[in-house]
C-alpha cells in the first residue's frame, strides 16, 4: 500500500424530507447564496420552491441561475463567475446532479482565482489558491461529484472536456433524499450506475498489492450496484434500492476505495472524448470502453481481473485456465451493461471508425493509465474493439 491522506469534509444529510433542511445547513457558512441548476424541471416540480423556502426560514438570501446542461459549458460557469461578485454570494449552492456540482464548482474556483481565465484552470492545471464553498442537494445519483475532488467541464468553442481536481472543490454539505430520484428517465439511470461502477473500477485495477481491505470494500460496493443497479431502473420509485444505489454513488468517488494506491482513469480520458466529439452520454461511453480495456489490459494484473471475475460477477473458476474465468467476468459485466439497457458497442451511439484515430490522439496527448500506460496506439486498439 502507497502512503495516503485521505479527507472527506463534505457532511452528508441523507433520507427522506431532508431537501427541507438545506437552510439551516447553510446558514453557519454563508448569508447569501447562488442556486445554480440545470433546466427549469426543479422549478416545476416544486422542489425550488422547497429550497428556497428552507433558505427563507435560515435567514439565507439567494440568487439564482439556472441552464446548466450535460457536459457543462465553462461560458455558463463564467457568466456565474460574474454574476456571483455582482451579488456578492458566499456559496453556491448546486441543485442537480454531476452537472449542474460540477459548473458550480467551476464558478467556486473562479471566483476564488480571479488572477486566471477561468478554461485556462482547465485546461492549463495552474496551481489554484482554494476555491469558495460549494453546496448541494442531489437529484441524480451518478457522477459522486457531490462529495468528490473532481471537476470536469466542456468547452463547446473547442470541442474539448477536461478536470481539475483539487480537495477544495469538495461540498461542504450534500443534501441526498432519494424520494428526488423518482422521475429520472431509465436510461440516465442506466448510464449513471455504469458510472459509478467505472469509478470504482478506475481505482480497483491497480498494480499496487496490499490493498485487501480497499479492495474487499470495492468488490462489496460494485456487488451492491449489480444487485440493486437493475432494481431501480425497473421500477425508478423504490425508495429502498435507490439508498443503497445513491450511497453506492457516494462512496465510489469520493476515493474512499481508492486511498493507498496507483489509479488508472484511461477509460474516463477516452470516454471524455467520445462525449465532445460525439456527444455520447458518459456513462453509455464507458460501458462501451470498459470491457474492451478490460480484454486488452487484463494480462498485466491477470490476478486483479481473476478476483473481479469470481468475487463481483460471481463466475466459476475453471481448473487450470484463469483466462477463461477472466473471460466469463468480462462477458458477465457486458450481459450485466445489456440487462440496464446499455450497449457495449460504441456504433450504436453514433461513434465512427474514421474518427477514432484523432479521438486516440487528443485522449493520450497527456499520458494516461495506471495499471498499463496506453499510447495513442493502444487507445485505438481498445475503441476500435469497441465499436
Not at 431532508?18 to 416545476?44: M, Q, W
Not at 474556483?109 to 482554494?130: A, C, M, V
Not at 451492491?224 to 425508478?236: D, H, Q, R, Y
Not at 461511453?285 to 478476483?307: E, H, S
Request: charged share 20%; with cysteine; glycine share 10%.
Amino acid at each position: 500500500m502507497l502512503n495516503f491522506e485521505f479527507f472527506s469534509p463534505t457532511r452528508i444529510v441523507f433520507g427522506k424530507g431532508t431537501v427541507d433542511e438545506v437552510g439551516k445547513n447553510i446558514a453557519p457558512l454563508a448569508k447569501k447564496v447562488l442556486i445554480h441548476y440545470g433546466s427549469e424541471r426543479i422549478v416545476e416540480n416544486g422542489l425550488m420552491a422547497r429550497i428556497v423556502a428552507s433558505l427563507d426560514r435560515a435567514g439565507v438570501s439567494h440568487v439564482a441561475l439556472g441552464g446548466v446542461r450535460p457536459n457543462p459549458d465553462i461560458e455558463l460557469a463564467k457568466r456565474g463567475v460574474a454574476l456571483a461578485k455582482k451579488e456578492g454570494a458566499e456559496l453556491i449552492l448546486c441543485v442537480g446532479g454531476g452537472s449542474v456540482i460540477d459548473s458550480g464548482k467551476a464558478i467556486a474556483l473562479g471566483l476564488h482565482n480571479p488572477q486566471y481565465d477561468l478554461w485556462d484552470i482547465f485546461e492549463k492545471g495552474p496551481e489554484t489558491t482554494g476555491a469558495f464553498p460549494v453546496a448541494c442537494v442531489l437529484t441524480f445519483p451518478a457522477a459522486g461529484s457531490e462529495a468528490s475532488s473532481s471537476c470536469v467541464m466542456s468547452n463547446y468553442k473547442t470541442g474539448s472536456k477536461l478536470g481539475y481536481n483539487r480537495e477544495w472543490s469538495r461540498p461542504k454539505v450534500a443534501i441526498v433524499d432519494p424520494t428526488q430520484f423518482a422521475t429520472i428517465p431509465k436510461f440516465q439511470i442506466a448510464c449513471g450506475i455504469a458510472d459509478m461502477m467505472s469509478h470504482i473500477f478506475e481505482r480497483y485495477f491497480s498494480n499496487t498489492e496490499h490493498t485487501e481491505l480497499i479492495d474487499a470494500l470495492s468488490e462489496a460496493t460494485l456487488r451492491t450496484l449489480i444487485e440493486f443497479g437493475p432494481k431501480v431502473v425497473a421500477n425508478p420509485a423504490d425508495y429502498d434500492a435507490w439508498c443503497q444505489v445513491a450511497l453506492c454513488g457516494t462512496i465510489a468517488h469520493n476515493n474512499m476505495l481508492g486511498v493507498g494506491r496507483e489509479q488508472d482513469w484511461a477509460c474516463h480520458k477516452i470516454g471524455h472524448e467520445l462525449t465532445a466529439r460525439f456527444g455520447v452520454t458518459h456513462g453509455a461511453a464507458l460501458a462501451g470502453l470498459t470491457p474492451a480495456w478490460m480484454r486488452y489490459v487484463w494480462r498485466i494484473n491477470p490476478k486483479r481481473f481473476f478476483d473481479f471475475s469470481v468475487k463481483v460477477m460471481g463466475e466459476e473458476e475453471h481448473p487450470h485456465a484463469d483466462a477463461a474465468t477472466i473471460e466469463d467476468g468480462i462477458s458477465a459485466l457486458e450481459t450485466f451493461y445489456s440487462l440496464l439497457g446499455l450497449s457495449h458497442r460504441l456504433s450504436a451511439y453514433g461513434v465512427t471508425a474514421d474518427a477514432i484515430p484523432e479521438l486516440a490522439r487528443r485522449a493520450t496527448c497527456r499520458p494516461i493509465g495506471g495499471l498499463k500506460k496506453l499510447s495513442a496506439e493502444d487507445a485505438c486498439a481498445i475503441m476500435e474493439a469497441a465499436l
